[in-house]
T-cell receptor, first 111, second 116 residues
Framework: GENVEQHPSTLSVQEGDSAVIKCTYS??????FPWYKQELGKGPQLIID?????GEKKDQRIAVTLNKTAKHFSLHITETQPEDSAVYFC??????????FGTGTSLTVIP | GAVVSQHPSRVICKSGTSVKIECRSL??????MFWYRQFPKKSLMLMAT?????????EQGVEKDKFLINHASLTLSTLTVTSAHPEDSSFYIC????????????FGQGTRLTVV
């Protein structure tokens, strides 16, 4: 089955700096890669996603890149703000039928 | 995005009793719903996948007689933890997808189950 690895497990950045979280996957059939933000005691919220026919996608301060050959994808958050502090999960899916999650990154933005 | 509502958000029950958790898709029909369990500071562990009108598919190591899943309609799936024990205490999260291929999964807000 699919194996998703995520790094780093914790990340601290100064407010205004950028944050990058990286994930790798093992199954070349995976074609959908969402990123979720989870705040304490809440369910994950989809923040951005990318499909395998696209190399990069951007939504305001958030961007995701995908390298299908290397089987890795990354989340980039620019101009970080304290409210970006949360746990972020990457996931890989084959046609949305089943989602495999990374181990999570706890992001802390220091004011 | 689409809304998935999970109820209750918190529940405390006595050991040996059963607890039902509901997951509803409010503004779309969910062909598939997923149930996850999350331990503190850990990732989401898929427990089972349910498709409307058919039996759920359980992940290896998940007891289907203990975690009963019913997906009776396109907007509702329920997870019943039967004969709960303290080790079943956890954060349970459902998610739902609107379609069968190339679609996003939307998550409920989670249920914190504490068995005393």
């Amino acid at each position: 089955g699919e194996n998703v690895e995520q790094h780093p497990s914790t990340l601290s950045v100064q407010e205004g700096d950028s944050a990058v979280i990286k994930c790798t996957y093992s199954d070349s059939a995976s074609n959908y890669f969402p990123w979720y933000k989870q705040e304490l005691g809440k369910g994950p919220q989809l923040i951005i996603d990318i499909r395998s026919n696209v190399g990069e996608k951007k939504d305001q301060r958030i961007a995701v890149t995908l390298n299908k050959t290397a089987k890795h994808f990354s989340l980039h958050i620019t101009e970080t703000q304290p409210e970006d502090s949360a746990v972020y999960f990457c996931a890989a899916s084959i046609h949305g039928n089943q989602f495999y999650f990374g181990t999570g990154t706890s992001l802390t933005v220091i004011p | 995005g689409a809304v998935v509502s999970q109820h209750p958000s918190r529940v405390i029950c006595k050991s040996g009793t059963s607890v039902k958790i509901e997951c509803r898709s409010l503004d779309f029909q969910a062909t598939t719903m997923f149930w996850y369990r999350q331990f503190p500071k850990k990732s989401l562990m898929l427990m089972a996948t349910s498709n409307e009108g058919s039996k759920a598919t359980y992940e290896q190591g998940v007891e289907k007689d203990k975690f009963l899943i019913n997906h009776a309609s396109l907007t509702l799936s329920t997870l019943t933890v039967t004969s709960a024990h303290p080790e079943d205490s956890s954060f349970y999260i459902c998610s739902a997808t609107p379609g069968q291929i190339n679609t996003e999964a939307f998550f409920g807000q989670g249920t914190r189950l504490t068995v005393v």
